[in-house]
């Protein structure tokens, strides 16, 4: 078979398949112009609620951030005339940075940010004395599924049960957290924390063993040099 015949089957069968194809899109233009529809909406739809979603999150984050500066802030030196952002005494600061992270919490509770907003307003409920919103907030933060996060409103749900002399539950949580440690709450953290409940309620024995277990797994850290101290009554 020549070139010249080749070529002329090739442009008979383009031809015939282009044919083929705009028959088809005749017969089907209906369906075919609400299927191209429908997927200019879906993508508009999915840029939309990207794009809203960025827009909400650099909205939280900034709304976290101001909340956080302000629980940072400088506290006044006594005798020291009042300054704009500075605080006279800790409670107050704790008090102007909790009403920010439950507005925070309330309005971005679906986005991490509100997770993390949680977990401080229950922070400074706590520092103010209202333990049962503190319990509330830490509880939501504790259901986080950032593990790290979740873990840090647990131990902080833990120091508050014991505070309020609910031990078996703040024992519970830490002997948990101590099985499944993170990154913000090690192993030893929490039996730290567990052997100082057990030291307070006269458990002696088993806060010594704690440390014992604490000092061996961690011998250069901070956790082993601060259960070495309690080991020896310092």
């Not at 090739?10 to 112009?33: E, I, P």
């Not at 006279?88 to 991490?112: D, I, M, P």
């Not at 192993?187 to 024995?205: E, F, R, V």
Request: proline share 1%; aromatic share 6%; hydrophobic share 45%.
């Amino acid at each position: 078979m020549d070139t010249q015949t080749r070529h002329a089957l090739k442009t008979d069968s383009f031809a015939q398949a282009t044919a083929t194809s705009v028959s088809w899109l005749s017969d089907h233009r209906s369906g075919v112009v609400r299927w191209v529809i429908c997927a200019v909406v879906v993508l508009a739809l999915g840029v939309g609620s990207l794009i809203c979603w960025n827009v909400r999150a650099t909205a939280a984050d900034s709304a976290l951030g101001a909340a956080l500066d302000v629980y940072s802030a400088t506290l006044a030196q006594p005798g020291a005339p009042a300054e704009k952002g500075v605080y006279a005494t800790a409670g107050e600061r704790s008090k102007a940075a909790n009403q920010l992270f439950v507005a925070v919490a309330q309005q971005y509770g679906l986005l991490q940010q509100g997770a993390k907003a949680h977990y401080f307003a229950g922070v400074t409920y706590a520092e103010l004395g209202q333990n049962g919103s503190a319990e509330t907030e830490l509880k939501t933060a504790a259901g986080s599924w950032n593990r790290n996060l979740s873990s840090l409103a647990k131990l902080a749900l833990a120091n508050l049960y014991h505070q309020t002399a609910r031990d078996s539950q703040a024992i519970d949580i830490l002997t948990a957290l101590a099985a499944k440690p993170t990154e913000t709450v090690t192993a030893s953290a929490a039996k730290l924390n567990l052997a100082d409940i057990y030291a307070a309620t006269g458990k002696q024995d088993q806060a010594r063993k704690l440390w014992a277990e604490i000092k061996d797994a961690d011998k250069d850290g901070m956790a082993g040099s601060v259960a070495t101290q309690k080991l020896s009554g310092k």
